[in-house]
């Protein structure tokens, strides 16, 4: 089993990476969609985000100052490690791959979906791997967003100056997203407290 204090930067980590990647796709689809977007939105987006991030690095800096050093990885989180990046090297190779062949199909409003699916496939393994289950639901979400925009909203449909098929699924993951990143912290910080000798 991982060390506590490894297991809380890891958590707080993720939930930054998870944030982080979501605002980015949030405000890409804010700017996109263009002047429909009442002028508070992309602030509001930028401000939760930094909001975010602010609290994990405090939890990682509290789990830092936590007593004895991070220790060096066992040979089981070594195992979890090889596991984690063979699951990211595939994952990376099919996005390459399925954008190629809907670029050469010039059918590049699939791209943003297929993109999505393979990022939450990709999330299945890793609850397993790093003993997260709500990777699990985080994953799955991410599957049903990105298989039912295409089958529920007509094709050539816009959302302001661009396309739904590329802002429906961006906006629904980010929000999976961010409510995974919120349930990370929570643990991240509770566990931290624990370990400082604080009662949650």
Known sequence: MRSSKRRIIGL????IWLVSMSAAFTIISIVMIGASVP????PGVVIAAAVYIA?????????LRLPGAVPPRSAEERVMMRRFIRVVIVEVIAIMAGNT???VMQRLEFIVPLDLLIV???FLPLAAIFQAP????LGGLFCVVSVLTPLLIPAGTHVGDTGAWYVVPSFGCAVVASVTAAFNLREAWWSARSASGDRP
């Open 12 to 15: 707080a980590g993720a939930a």
């Open 39 to 42: 002028r508070w939105v992309l």
């Open 55 to 63: 609290i994990g690095v405090r939890v990682i800096r509290g789990a």
């Open 101 to 103: 062949v809907f670029a």
């Open 120 to 122: 939450g496939v990709h």
């Open 134 to 137: 709500r990777y699990y639901a």
